[in-house]
């Protein structure tokens, strides 16, 4: 992210506009998103089939992942927790507030950033390229609402995945903890008990919201307005997941400063 803000910094003025160029055309984008809407009919079978697509076939991974996370915290919580006059249920306390605040918004959406944003990107830049985009123009029909609302409807079920994330990750920790020898089961649950805070619930699915709308609407403007040819499809996937990752690091630390500041 650094590297991304000194590159503006020190660019040459025709580039900073070309960045200023590109927000500007994303913003527009998200307004014309919401104009001409398609018939509900048609709409409701894209939004499932992209909640099927986008949500429901990323869960494999986001459980797969989650589940080593929360082991690998609470095995280096336990690691650096050698004083024997700290109690083991730190252990648990620890594992708890790494995975609800961080683990599971954060790196969770920065590995959809790579699997869900290049998909759509990869998708849309493909209609693009074989031209699908300008028919779909030529019959009247708002393209951008056609392709790119049904992914917004359908990430804002990424919250009840961020849930499961959750439930996951601990449950990791858990089986790290107790297996490995690291702590008791019983001292493990009393740490995920201790000084416990629903907010942090609560600020976590705020985040996972925000993350979503970006997951889906900066990978679908890099598809949309791509140029180039099929090779191209491939350049504008990165593209895609470098600048995803990069606005989620920056909302992340946005809404950390105002939601826990």
Same mark, same amino acid.
């Given at each position: ?30 307004? $014309? +998103? ?16 992209? =909640?099927? $697509? ?5 869960? *494999? ?8 996370? *929360?082991? +690998?915290?609470? =095995? ?16 648990? &306390?620890?594992? !708890?507030?790494? +995975?609800?605040? $961080?683990?599971?918004?954060? &790196? ?10 290049? /998909? ?7 209609? !693009?390229?074989? $031209? ?36 996951? #990750? ?8 107790? &297996? #490995?020898?690291?702590?008791?089961? *019983?001292? &493990?649950?009393? #740490? ?5 805070? %629903? /907010? ?13 709308? +970006? ?7 890099? #598809?949309? /307005? ?10 504008? %996937?990165?593209? %895609? ?19 826990? *500041?």
């Amino acid at each position: 992210m650094l590297h991304n803000i000194l590159i503006f910094i020190n660019s040459s003025p025709k580039k900073r506009m070309k960045y200023l160029e590109a927000i500007g055309k994303y913003f527009i984008m998200i307004w $014309e +998103v919401f104009k001409k809407p398609t018939k509900w009919r048609i709409m409701k079978t894209l939004i499932f089939k992209e =909640i099927d $697509e986008l949500i429901y076939g990323a869960m *494999g991974i986001i459980i797969f992942i989650s589940f080593f996370i *929360g082991g +690998v915290v609470t =095995i280096q919580t336990a690691l650096n927790l050698t004083n024997p006059l700290l109690p083991k249920s730190l252990i648990g &306390f620890a594992a !708890r507030q790494s +995975v609800i605040l $961080e683990f599971a918004p954060t &790196f969770t959406s920065i590995i959809m950033a790579g699997k869900v944003g290049s /998909y759509i990107t990869s998708s849309i830049g493909t209609m !693009r390229v074989t $031209e699908q985009i300008d028919a779909l123009e030529v019959m009247g029909v708002n393209s951008l609402n056609y392709l790119v609302f049904p992914k917004i409807v359908a990430t804002m079920l990424y919250p009840f995945a961020v849930a499961i994330s959750m439930f996951v #990750g601990i449950l990791g920790g858990w089986v790290a903890a107790v &297996f #490995g020898g690291f702590a008791p089961s *019983g001292d &493990f649950i009393q #740490g995920l008990q201790m000084d416990f805070d %629903s /907010y942090h619930v609560t600020y976590a699915l705020i985040k996972s919201v925000v993350f979503a709308f +970006v997951i889906a609407t900066v990978p679908s403007y890099h #598809g949309f /307005y791509m140029t180039g040819g099929a090779l191209d499809v491939g350049k504008a %996937s990165t593209t %895609s997941f470098v600048w995803t990752s990069v606005v989620i690091i920056i909302v992340n630390y946005i809404l950390t400063q105002l939601l826990l *500041g």
